[in-house]
């Protein structure tokens, strides 16, 4: 009595442990939300490279340090130029360039007015007369400087969002994880 109570134990495990396993996301469930690597050691000063993370475009622009400087000149026609709208950014991307490194900025590649994707015209006066370089929303007009905030007057509400970021290495880059502490 005890075998046939231990072999059907066993048969019950062994239709149990695939079963089990089926519950399991599967490789695409996982890799929708899994961290993106990038390595960005190849990344030229003006450059912007799109990752897809969590089935988002995600930017990752190398600044030059005129366009650094230049974000400076930009605060006073800003709706946020502090960032001070916790949920558009990590705490540690709460400061003027809205990133980790200053050079790097890495944000989600949506318009926060309607979803749409922004175009990059990273030189002054590449979009109008007196444009200091940034983004350009064509669908309805929503403006953002080279560190995502988005211009006064503009229809989208909040500055860009920057997602969850850390860096592996000084030029491996993970976007969807926090740096660990």
Not at 75 to 93: I, T
Request: glycine share 8%; aromatic share 8%; hydrophobic share 40%.
């Amino acid at each position: 009595m005890r075998l046939t109570a231990a072999a059907g134990d066993v048969a019950v495990a062994g239709a149990a442990v695939p079963f089990v396993a089926s519950l399991a996301p599967s490789e695409r469930a996982r890799a929708a939300g899994a961290p993106v690597e990038e390595d960005i050691a190849s990344l030229k000063p003006e450059e912007l490279r799109t990752v897809v993370w969590r089935g988002l475009p995600v930017w990752i622009l190398r600044r030059t340090p005129d366009m650094l400087q230049g974000l400076a000149s930009t605060g006073s026609f800003l709706s946020d130029p502090e960032s001070r709208v916790s949920s558009q950014q990590p705490a540690y991307a709460q400061n003027p360039t809205r990133s980790i490194e200053p050079e790097v900025l890495v944000t989600i590649a949506l318009c926060t007015h309607l979803g749409c994707i922004p175009s990059y015209y990273p030189a002054p006066a590449s979009l109008q007369s007196g444009w200091p370089g940034g983004f350009y929303c064509p669908c309805h007009g929503s403006k953002f400087d080279l560190a995502g905030r988005v211009y006064r007057g503009s229809p989208a509400p909040a500055n860009l969002v920057i997602p969850p970021h850390r860096y592996e290495s000084a030029t491996l880059l993970v976007v969807g994880e926090e740096r660990k502490v």
